[in-house]
């Protein structure tokens, strides 16, 4: 497939181009400016900024998907949705946040008394841009939410996924790699079945 990804350059963005360029997919990661450190052979990398459709529509047409890895702060799901819609691209598929799992009914992680205060307002922001994915009628959209540590790790393809509630192991520890991340969400990819729903992946 010839997939779009916006936050090429982070941390969960160079994990995922890796997954997809392994799996011979063709990759245009999408940048404000041109980066700094060299990517993955096999990008190619245009300029457009996600938060303005005018700039980013004519990028991403003609790619069967686009994948969002941007922060939420720094995001504006209505410009994004827009965009896509507007350039024809029939899918969206956005690295989410664990803020917003459920940890019981009606209760999300972030509103959770230890819940870190330095990540609450990036959390809260995908929170929102959830709720927006929700609303949309015409998108085929799908959000993958990590479990509640998310760092670099070991790409073990030994995982379980869930849905809308935050997956802890035996010993009670909610976590996953951002490589394991990457192969649920290029499974997603390539084999949908979460048309138009969130869900979650953890060990």
């Known amino acids: 497939m010839k997939v779009a990804l916006i936050g090429v350059t982070g941390r969960v963005g160079s994990r995922l181009a890796a997954e997809l360029l392994a799996r011979g997919h063709s990759v245009t990661g999408i940048a404000r400016t041109l980066p700094k450190e060299q990517l993955r052979p096999g990008i190619t990398v245009s300029l457009a900024d996600a938060t303005k459709p005018s700039t980013l529509v004519h990028v991403i047409a003609g790619h069967d998907a686009v994948i969002s890895a941007s922060r939420f702060q720094t995001s504006d799901a209505d410009a994004l949705i827009a965009a896509v819609n507007q350039a024809g691209v029939k899918r969206l598929l956005v690295v989410g946040g664990a803020g917003s799992l459920e940890v019981a009914p009606g209760k999300p992680l972030v509103q959770t008394a230890d819940f870190p205060d330095l990540y609450k307002s990036e959390a809260l922001a995908g929170v929102r841009f959830l709720g927006r994915l929700r609303n949309e009628k015409d998108l085929d959209w799908t959000f993958l939410s990590p479990s509640a540590e998310f760092a670099p790790g070991t790409r073990t393809e030994k995982f379980r996924t869930g849905g809308d509630e935050l997956l802890v ?18 499974d997603e990819l390539e084999h949908p079945k979460h048309s138009r729903q969130r869900f979650t992946v953890g060990y």
């Open 169 to 186: 192991d035996a010993n009670g520890k909610s976590w996953i790699s951002m490589e394991d991340f990457a192969i649920a969400l290029v």
